[in-house]
């Protein structure tokens, strides 16, 4: 079995957003978009031992060893985050290599409690072998294997990745962040073939979980870029499940700072849209 | 109290704006039965009474009814009540009327019915040939009528484990007339009760901040298939009830020596256990044996209650602020919720506790095999800087996991109810399921009962009851038809509020004595 370690940014033991019913979830480290309205941008770049945060931690918790990562002293860090604010390359010196065995332990522990795993991050299809190691340690283990295994992506992996995938991942959740390709790289500095062609394939093999529509104001809120979105979505499975959700200007970089939160009435209207053609699983957060 | 105080009390009662008709009443009568002296104890016991190490919740000198009864209700549907002139019920419409009548002549020790039955599964069999819409406007008028006939927060109803039309057809009415009359619990099985019913439960839970959720497995384990939650968390044995509830102040105890943790756990804490005991037992025999309740109420003479069901609560309160006391003598930095330590300690004063209500015999409790039962008591609105009965310390609370983990362990000795309340993520109302997959896990860890509160929800539970935030907001300009406010902004500042107008409902069992 590849038992590769995830670099993982941090795990989360009840989660009630990312995917059905409570979930473990954990976040990977590092992501292949650059998306201008990210959350969480401390989670795109891996760490370059760079030694930034190292001489900014008031605790002294941080230093540079042998390895490839800064080095955290778990007592003496108090979560300030004052690392995360100065690191110049997005990153953070939180992130480890976590083992699969480490990680099924603490699945272990919560398991009566959820009802499965995700995968987030960072982008989670950036790491498939680690991704591949953890949902097969799951699905083999006969007190782990009823819990559903997710995948919540960007959607740009190649087929190559889903396809190693299939038979331990019961689906994945997958953003389009727009469906025109210029409104995709303005949003994201990629294009988005790579994201349409997963959709695409992830419903012909009955594992594409939702389709996350991120309304970002002056980007894709338009009712044209919605009723483009609905008709291609619909092609493919008018029956897929739809979550509609507003940009809200928390935790985003300054480059985002001209950006305003969406309007939960323009978030019904667009949501208006895809009811108009025949979607009925449709949420707006 | 000399005959002049007793007079300038029984008068400012008497003469107390803010009381209507029936809450003078109750408290002339608190009044003339403190008149009476206390049952006899030994010197000991009563100055850890005067103390507050050991306290009996204000139940009066001269208990004349049990604490709490659960009335067998489905006995009663059966064989109708000669005292009441009722024969047995027939149809949905003269069920509900037995019942509402019924209720009105249960006793407790607020004078208001502390047990409304499984009502599901009492009103099911009268259900046959009754459509959809007459079950729900009946259901809905019965309700309104309980909300406003018993005004009282602790009038507590009981739903489940099996699915059935009744059961959703009053989570639909809560929904919609959001009462704070009856309180409600769900009994949970891993069998029984489907992931949809819980998924019912919670969205009501959403509008409502109720049901409790109740591990029905524990309970049949520990009680028999027979048994009822009342009040504030109170499982007994249906057809039973509990004398009295004695409660034991765990932080007094801890204050009350300076030696070490084995030497609290090996002479103090027994010491004022059997003090706490030695007034239970005193209170018991003067109900039974000189106020003969059960050989004159009509409840107990047609059977609808019977004393060989019967038990009495084994209260305890404050074991944070003890185990924080006790670790601190020790000079150790563990603290209650902290996953060390401390908790370790807490699970030794409790299984001791256990341990010591399992052997010490207790007059007229054959209901728990003549013995009490251990009971983790929720508190009353005089309780400064102590915490409710095993809770962590509110805003000391560990995330949901870790919160679980340190309180189960407790959950298995308290067979008569433990309250836990969970703050939850309000994320959960766009994903109920969630929400009933920490039920589920709640319970396979061991957790008997406990309910959550959603973070931005309407309501807000503050020790184990309900009431409504906007009416504490509310409650500061104008009346207030429920007691249960009362008593919550009581708790919230700590100081009994000044009322303006009489409310409709009060908290007696919460704010016992009048005229605060």
Not at chain 1, 177 to 201: C, E, Q
Not at chain 1, 256 to 272: W, Y
Not at chain 2, 183 to 203: F, G, I, M, Y
């Amino acid at each position: 079995m590849n038992t590769a370690p995830g670099l993982v940014n941090s795990t989360i033991r009840f989660s009630a957003v990312d995917g059905p019913g409570n979930r473990f979830v954990v976040f990977t480290q590092g992501c292949n978009f650059n998306c201008i309205t990210c959350h969480n941008p401390y989670t795109i770049m891996e760490c370059t031992s760079c030694g930034v945060c190292v001489r900014s931690c008031p605790e002294a918790a941080l230093t540079i060893q042998a390895g490839p990562l800064v080095v955290v002293d778990g007592v003496a860090c108090t979560r300030c985050d004052i690392c995360i604010d100065v690191c110049p390359e997005d990153s953070t010196p939180l992130a480890r290599y976590v083992e699969v065995k480490a990680l099924v332990a603490e699945i272990r522990a919560v398991a009566p409690f959820i009802s499965g795993v995700t995968v987030s991050g960072g982008e989670a299809t950036q790491q498939p072998g680690f991704v591949r190691s953890l949902f097969l340690a799951i699905k083999s283990d006969s007190t782990l294997s009823h819990l559903t295994t997710l995948v919540d992506s960007n959607g740009s992996a190649p087929l190559g990745v889903w396809e190693g995938l299939m038979d331990v991942m019961d689906g994945a959740m997958i953003d389009l962040k727009a469906l025109d390709p210029d409104v995709h790289v303005r949003l994201t500095a990629r294009g988005n073939a790579d994201v349409l062609r997963s959709i695409d394939y992830l419903a012909q093999h009955d594992k594409l979980t939702e389709v996350r529509l991120l309304i970002v104001p002056g980007y894709n809120d338009g009712l044209d870029a919605a009723e483009h979105a609905a008709v291609w979505l619909r092609d493919i499975d008018p029956d897929m499940r739809i979550k509609i959700i507003g940009y809200r200007a928390h935790g985003v970089r300054v480059e985002a700072s001209h950006i305003r939160d969406a309007d939960p009435v323009e978030l019904d209207e667009i949501a208006g849209v895809f009811a108009d053609h025949g979607f009925r699983d449709l949420t707006v957060v | 109290m000399n005959q002049e105080e007793f007079v300038d009390q029984v008068r400012s009662v008497i003469t107390d704006e803010i009381l209507t008709f029936h809450q003078r009443r109750h408290y002339l009568a608190s009044l003339a039965e403190n008149a009476l002296p206390y049952p006899p104890v030994g010197d000991a016991c009563a100055e850890a009474l005067n103390k507050g190490i050991i306290s009996d919740l204000f139940e009066g000198h001269a208990p004349y009814r049990p604490r709490y009864l659960l009335p067998d209700y489905e006995r009663a549907l059966t064989n109708g009540s000669g005292h009441l002139e009722l024969d047995p019920p027939t149809d949905l419409d003269e069920a509900l009327n037995f019942l509402l009548i019924l209720y009105t002549q249960v006793p407790s020790i607020t004078g208001y019915p502390v047990y409304l039955g499984d009502i599901d599964s009492l009103l099911l069999p009268y259900t046959g040939s009754v459509s959809d819409t007459d079950l729900r406007s009946k259901i809905r008028l019965f309700w309104i009528a309980l909300d406003r006939i018993l005004p009282d927060g602790f009038v507590h109803a009981n739903l489940g484990p099996t699915d059935n039309r009744v059961l959703r057809t009053i989570l639909d009415v809560e929904r919609e007339l959001k009462q704070t009359v009856p309180n409600l619990s769900l009994k949970v099985d891993p069998e029984l009760t489907p992931d949809d019913l819980l998924r019912d439960a919670v969205t009501t839970v959403f509008a409502t901040a109720k049901p409790h959720f109740v591990n029905h497995e524990m309970m049949v384990g520990d009680l028999g298939t027979s048994y009822g939650v009342a009040s504030c968390y109170n499982s007994m044995k249906q057809g039973g009830g509990s004398h009295t509830l004695v409660r034991l102040n765990l932080k007094e105890v801890a204050l009350a020596q300076s030696g070490s943790i084995e030497s609290f756990l090996a002479d103090t804490l027994p010491h004022y256990a059997e003090l706490n005991a030695e007034l239970m037992e005193a209170r018991i025999r003067f109900l039974v044996e000189e106020a003969k309740f059960f050989d004159h109420d009509f409840l107990a003479v047609e059977g609808i209650i019977n004393l060989d069901r019967f038990s009495a609560m084994y209260g305890v309160y404050g074991l944070a602020e003890a185990v924080n006391i006790l670790m601190e003598h020790e000079g150790s930095d563990s603290r209650y919720g902290d996953g060390g330590e401390a908790d370790e300690l807490s699970y030794r004063i409790i299984e001791r506790l256990r341990a010591f209500v399992d052997e010490r015999e207790m007059p007229y409790c054959q209901g728990a095999g003549g013995r009490a039962f251990l009971h983790s008591q929720s508190g009353i609105d005089s309780d400064l800087d102590v915490t409710a009965g095993t809770r962590i310390p509110i805003g000391g609370e560990p995330e949901t996991f870790e919160h679980i983990a340190t309180v189960a362990p407790h959950h298995r000795h308290f067979d008569s109810g433990v309250s836990d309340i969970f703050k939850i993520d309000d994320t959960v109302q766009n994903n109920p399921e969630a929400m009933v997959d920490i039920i589920r896990g709640a319970f396979i860890s061991g957790m008997r009962d406990f309910t959550f509160n959603i973070d931005d929800n309407e309501f807000v539970r503050i020790t184990g009851y309900l009431v409504r935030k906007s009416d504490l907001e509310r409650f500061s300009e104008g009346p207030e038809r429920h007691g249960s406010t009362v008593f919550a902004a009581g708790s919230v500042a700590n100081s009994h509020v000044t009322q303006r107008r009489p409310k409709r409902v009060l908290i007696h069992e919460h704010s016992p004595r009048p005229g605060q």
